[in-house]
Structure formats: structure tokens, C-alpha cells
């Protein structure tokens, strides 16, 4: 069984940095498409960066040069790293894992719970 749990989320202000894990079991993080999404209120779910088989990640443009995806292999663990955070960076952030086409989430059949991120002064 597949599970996904994420942490590391909190209020900061603008300006500031977080650092989000997601510790996965019964899936290898290193294979397939592992992913973020957050989701502020009212709006839809939007993929915010994806790696694909351990490598090659890939950012949607508004986090490019402030968020970095990475993985820790010894510990089957997703990590985000956001800085310079703007208001606009609030909302629940999502780990997924999955195949295919690695930003849209319909390519991603097993998510976690979700942290919070706040960015406010």
C-alpha cells in the first residue's frame, strides 16, 4: 500500500522560506513522476513542480529561481524547497506520486494528506 505524508508547512512572511517533505512508503521515490501541487481557497488544484525517475524537475513558471524539488533516496523522501515566498504562494500543498505526464494531475493516482503554507506580513 502506497502512503504519502507531508510536512513542514507553517506561516511565514513574505520573503521568507519553507521547506516541505514528504515521506513516502511502498513506492520507490526514485521511479516515475513525483510531484507537488498546492491549492489556495476557491481555486483549483495546480501543479506547482514535478522530478520524473529521480531526475529532471520541472517548476511552473511563478516558482522558477524560488522553489527547488529534490529527493533524499535514503529515505524515500520528496522535499520542496520554497524561498522568497509571496503571498501569492499560500494555500495546501500536496505530494503525489505517479506515471505519464508528470504536470497534470490526472497522472497521479496516490496523494498525501496536505500541509499548509501562509504567507502573510
Known amino acids: 500500500q502506497v502512503r504519502l505524508v507531508e510536512s513542514g508547512g507553517g506561516s511565514v512572511r513574505p520573503e521568507g522560506s519553507l521547506r516541505l517533505s514528504c515521506v513516502v512508503s511502498g513506492r520507490t521515490v526514485g521511479r516515475g513522476c513525483m510531484g507537488w501541487f498546492r491549492q489556495a481557497p476557491g481555486k483549483e488544484r495546480e501543479w506547482v513542480a514535478n522530478i520524473f525517475d529521480g531526475s529532471n524537475p520541472h517548476y511552473r513558471d511563478s516558482v522558477k529561481g524560488r522553489f527547488t524539488i529534490s529527493l533524499d533516496n535514503a529515505k524515500n523522501t520528496l522535499l520542496l524547497q520554497m524561498n522568497n515566498l509571496r503571498p501569492e504562494d499560500t494555500g495546501v500543498y500536496y505530494c503525489?506520486?505517479?506515471?505519464?505526464?508528470?504536470?497534470?494531475?490526472?497522472?497521479?493516482?496516490?496523494w498525501g494528506q496536505g500541509t499548509q503554507v501562509t504567507v502573510s506580513s
Open positions: 503525489a506520486a505517479g506515471s505519464g505526464w508528470c504536470p497534470d494531475k490526472r497522472s497521479y493516482n496516490f
